[in-house]
Every structure is written in structure tokens, then in C-alpha cells.
T-cell receptor
């Protein structure tokens, strides 16, 4: 079965712009979580969506937002980009909320803000 | 606050040898789950092994096994018969009733031919 698909794989944006990242979870998975990965901060939790509702949120500013559609696909949006937003953004899907059985991750979107 | 600590930023091991990666965590909860994830240069994180805190038996998946010491809040990963394909970043992770995963900072493992 198909894995978790994230698009695009690479993105270069200018400071002040906004960006939308997409994630298609494994078929049947209803939970999608987003993480930001940087060399300095490691993996930081952004938010989790389950059945189109945000169930959990990390400590990121309001410029970071997301949504989930009825087919479980999720998008993440970052507005007014800052240089510090440059990172690998990982999407992870699971069957249930707050997955106790482990995530299936996508390959990530590498965002570079210049 | 719940924390996960991986004290070894980098490690190396000869092919076919055994290596142990350390992880300690801090929590006041009694029911939780622990994981090891592997992130090769391809960037995709892969679940290696999972441990339920209420189970005393250490989890094993082929060449990968854990040493889970609940009282000491320690969760180390042992890789036996190391292979070149094991070269990757390894992350220890924890989840409890708050449903938020907490990841360690990772250990970069290099397997040498």
C-alpha cells in the first residue's frame, strides 16, 4: 500500500511570503501530525489533526496553521515566512489519535527561506 | 515536564559488531510508550521498535532489541550484527496520556566497513 506522501519535496521561498505544504496519509489512517526538524532544535511537534479537527498543538506562533480534509489529507500553512522557518517539515500518519503504535512518516518537505 | 535525553550525539561501530544507543526519559506517568525511530540520509523516519511501559519483557525486532529499565527510566537500543544500512540518525521517543510525542535529540550512528 502507498506510504505517506508529502509534496513538494523541496521549496525555496522569500522572507515574508507564505507557503502551503501537503500531506496524504496512508489509506485508512485518520490522524496526521506535523513536525518541524532543524539541526538546532531537533524534532518539534507542530500539531495533530484527527477526523478534520485539530486535537493537539505545539508551541509555535499563529503563523503556523493547518487543516485536514474529509479524505484525511492535510495541509500546513506558514504565513509571513521568516529565515528561521527554514527546516525539514515532516508529516506522520497513524490510525488513531495520539498514536500508541508508532507513526508512519513521509519523506518530508525541505523548506528554505531566503 | 516530560523529557527525553540521548546523551550520545555520534557513535560508530564496525560492520557485524554490536552497538548500544542510550536513551533516558523523565515522566511522572505510569502508562506510556517508548519508541526508537531511524532516519537514514533519505530523510524518511522509520519505526524500529516499540515498548509498552506496563510490559516488563524487552521488545525485540530481528537484530534490534531494547533494554527497558522502568525504575531507572532508561530505554537503550541494541543493534546486533550491524550492517552498513544501519547508518542513520536514531531518535528515541516517548508518548503518554497527553498524546504528544516527545523526541530526543538523536544519535548519529555510522557503521564502518
Amino acid at each position: 500500500k502507498a506510504g505517506v506522501t508529502q509534496t513538494p519535496r523541496y521549496l525555496i521561498k522569500t522572507r515574508g511570503q507564505q507557503v502551503t505544504l501537503s500531506c496524504s496519509p496512508i489509506s485508512g489512517h485518520r490522524s496526521v501530525s506535523w513536525y518541524q526538524q532543524t539541526p538546532g532544535q531537533g524534532l518539534q511537534f507542530l500539531f495533530e489533526y484527527f477526523s478534520e479537527t485539530q486535537r493537539n498543538k505545539g508551541n509555535f506562533p499563529g503563523r503556523f496553521s493547518g487543516r485536514q480534509f474529509s479524505n484525511s489529507r492535510s495541509e500546513m500553512n506558514v504565513s509571513t515566512l521568516e529565515l528561521g522557518d527554514s527546516a525539514l517539515y515532516l508529516c506522520a500518519s497513524s490510525l488513531e489519535q495520539g498514536n500508541r503504535y508508532g507513526y508512519t512518516f513521509g519523506s518530508g518537505t525541505r523548506l528554505t527561506v531566503v | 515536564a516530560q523529557t527525553v535525553t540521548q546523551s550520545q550525539p555520534e557513535m560508530s561501530v564496525q560492520e557485524a559488531e554490536t552497538v548500544t544507543l542510550s536513551c533516558t526519559y523523565d515522566t511522572s506517568e505510569s502508562n506510556y510508550y517508548l519508541f526508537w525511530y531511524k532516519q537514514p540520509p533519505s530523510r524518511q523516519m522509520i519505526l524500529v521498535i516499540r515498548q509498552e511501559a506496563y510490559k516488563q519483557q524487552n521488545a525485540t525486532e530481528n537484530r534490534f532489541s531494547v533494554n527497558f529499565q522502568k525504575a531507572a527510566k532508561s530505554f537503550s537500543l541494541k543493534i546486533s550484527d550491524s550492517q552498513l544500512g544501519d547508518t542513520a540518525m536514531y531518535f528515541c521517543a516517548f508518548i503518554s496520556g497527553t498524546y504528544k510525542y516527545i523526541f530526543g535529540t538523536g544519535t548519529r550512528l555510522k557503521v564502518l566497513a
